[in-house]
């Protein structure tokens, strides 16, 4: 059985490290956008794709342009920050 928890406590270890690899593209990417970067560069196409479906998830249930300012990368911190505690909980709960 010790052997279980251990296993679930490592993938969960490898999911919390995605999330929070996956929250600094989220803020590179809202930082890029302040700048206006060449949108033919490797780099910054790499990190539209990636960031891109998720900023259409939450837009499409949650108006988040307001004054020409765009909050979708704020909500999809704070969803991954929520995400991140309750894993990590539920992780040192086992």
């Avoid at 956008?33 to 990636?50: A, C, E, G, H, K």
């Avoid at 939450?58 to 704070?78: K, Q, S």
Wanted: aromatic residues 10%; proline residues 5%; positive net charge.
């Amino acid at each position: 059985m010790s052997i279980l928890i251990d296993i679930v406590q490592g993938l969960g270890a490898i999911a919390l490290t995605l999330i929070n690899i996956y929250m600094w593209v989220v803020i590179i990417t809202a930082l890029l956008s302040f700048v206006n970067p060449d949108p033919f560069n490797p780099i910054v196409q790499f990190l539209y794709r990636v960031t891109n479906p998720a900023y259409s998830l939450v837009r499409r249930y949650i108006r988040t342009n307001f004054n020409g300012l765009d909050l979708a990368p704020l909500v999809i911190i704070i969803g991954l920050q929520v995400i991140s505690v309750l894993l990590s909980s539920v992780l040192r709960a086992l």
